[in-house]
Structures are given as structure tokens and as C-alpha cells.
């Protein structure tokens, strides 16, 4: 007799795909969910009949929060790290997905982080503030350490927002001289930076190239995909600068459909990877197909 299935079963969520002579895995974390009214720039009736068009909640919706990890290269390599510990229990599975893939934390050789948002970074340090990844150098964009790190820049933030800030400089104490600033252009071998403001001053996308294959993990371009492959002006309240968000977002997505281009999120849907076509006067987001050979 086969044993029934309940809620209480967790999997990690973990899906790889080949990328030339590297092998991309998507690692989710969990989700978060949100209200509605947090959707700005368009009308929030709007906001609401979008995500119920696309079978999600109109009042609350969810947003995947997810991170991705590079193989092939000198040592694995994880982009974001996800939201760690301290968040709500939805959150915070990273470890687990990363035990599934047989990858010791000590293995990682480089995070490369797209922004300094805590369901991003939080994952990299521990509850009592120190390092998880005791190997890895960590990659912050120039223009993101520069707005987050800079003297007085907590004091001068919104009560809301400074723990957001402590969070950052607790990613420097954690890591100490192994933190690196980089610009734009290529970080490590076969990956580029690609720096995409708005939804913060140095949120950075980054590009993997393995022979004429690339992938483009945007990080945040898109956090309701419902809602913002239709109507790419909406941003979120939370954006840093939600106008230059939008422009970022309909050049990013204008560009990937141009080019038919593979792309990747953290806030798309599990496992957050496929490309994006034009529909009418906004975009579709259509899901790569994955085999047992991807």
C-alpha cells in the first residue's frame, strides 16, 4: 500500500539546467507574500484583475524569492543567497536546497549579490552574524555599496528602512576583507555584470556566457509576474526609485524579447527560467521546457 501524501512532506526546491560547459541550478528559498496596495503606477483594481487573470490572489499576492548556483567554473558559484534566518518560515530554505545539490557551504567560491535587500543577502550570515559560506569571496556592485554603506546613510533612512541598512554593514563585518566592489564588465570568467537601477541605486543583473549559449539572471527586474510582464510600468513601493525601475524593467524585457534571449529572476515563479515574448503593448513570460537532459 503506498504511503499517503501530506502538507507535512517538504522538497527542496532545486531544478538544473545545462548552459554550454556550465550547468545553472535555480534554488528557491521560499516566498513571501505581499498586499496588493504595495503595486504602484497603475490603478489598483487594475493590479488586482491582472494577478486574478493569471490565477494568482488579488489581494495578497505571492512573491517566489529565489537564488542560483554556477557550475563548471574554478569552484561553484552562488548568485544571492536568499533571506537566511529571522525572516518568516516561508522563507529560508536555501540550506536545504543546497544540501540537495551536494554542496557544502565551504565549497562555494564566489556569491555574487545583485542587491543588498535582506531576502538577498540575509542568507549569507548566520543568526549570530557570522559568515555561512567560510570560503567564499563576496561581489557587491560598486553603485549598490556605495548608497547602502555610505557614513551617515542610516541615520538619514526612514525608521522603516534602517534595518536594511544594519543588515549591510553586518554583511561587511561578516566578511571582512573578503567583500569585493566591482563595477560593470566581467567578474569572474564568463560573467558580466550588467548594472539595472531603479529598484535600487546599484541593482545589478549579471549575464553567464558558456560558449554561444548566455543566461541573463536579472535579479529583481520582475517581482509579480502577473502584473509586471503586462504592464512593466507597475513597480513596487518598495523600490527605491520606482520610475527608473520601470524604464530598467521595459529595456530589460524589450531587449530579451529583441533577442530571444534566456533569462532568469529571482522573483519569478519556480524554477524562474525562460524568456520573454512581446504581447501587444506589453510582454508574456513563457517558461523554459525541461527535460531530464536539461
Known amino acids: ?167 549591510a554593514h553586518a554583511l561587511v563585518a561578516a566578511y571582512g576583507e573578503r567583500i569585493r566592489r566591482a563595477g560593470e564588465g566581467e567578474v569572474l570568467p564568463g560573467i558580466e555584470a550588467i548594472l539595472a537601477p531603479g529598484h535600487t541605486p546599484g541593482h545589478t543583473a549579471y549575464r553567464v556566457q558558456s560558449g554561444d549559449r548566455s543566461l541573463l539572471i536579472w535579479g529583481d527586474v520582475v517581482h509579480l509576474p502577473a502584473i509586471q510582464f503586462a504592464r512593466p510600468e507597475a513597480f513596487l513601493s518598495f523600490d527605491v526609485d520606482g520610475a527608473m525601475a520601470a524604464a530598467t524593467r521595459k529595456r530589460i524585457l524589450d531587449q530579451a524579447a529583441a533577442d530571444r534571449s534566456l533569462v532568469a529572476g529571482m522573483h519569478l515563479e519556480f524554477p524562474a527560467l525562460g524568456s520573454v515574448r512581446r504581447d501587444g503593448a506589453g510582454f508574456a513570460w513563457v517558461p523554459e521546457q525541461w527535460s531530464a537532459a536539461s
Request: aromatic share 4%; net charge negative; glycine share 14%.
Open 1 to 167: 500500500m503506498s504511503t499517503p501524501f501530506t502538507a507535512d512532506i517538504v522538497r527542496p526546491g532545486v531544478l538544473p539546467w545545462t548552459l554550454g560547459d556550465r550547468v545553472v541550478v535555480a534554488l528557491n528559498d521560499g516566498h513571501l507574500d505581499v498586499a496588493i496596495g504595495l503595486v504602484q503606477g497603475i490603478p489598483g483594481d487594475e493590479a488586482g484583475r491582472l494577478q486574478a487573470e493569471g490565477f494568482r490572489s488579488a489581494e495578497v499576492p505571492r512573491i517566489s524569492v529565489n537564488a542560483f548556483l554556477v557550475l563548471g567554473g574554478a569552484a561553484p558559484v552562488l548568485v544571492d543567497a536568499g533571506m537566511g534566518a529571522g525572516g518568516p518560515a516561508s522563507l529560508g530554505h536555501l540550506p536545504d536546497a543546497l544540501r540537495a545539490c551536494g554542496v557544502a557551504p565551504e565549497a562555494i567560491g564566489t556569491v555574487l549579490v545583485t542587491h543588498l535587500h535582506s531576502d538577498h543577502i540575509g542568507g549569507l550570515m548566520g543568526p549570530d552574524g557570522a559568515a555561512l559560506y567560510p570560503k567564499a569571496e563576496v561581489v557587491i556592485p560598486e553603485a549598490e555599496a556605495a548608497y547602502w554603506l555610505a557614513d551617515g546613510a542610516e541615520a538619514r533612512a526612514p525608521e522603516g528602512a534602517k534595518a536594511g541598512f544594519r543588515r
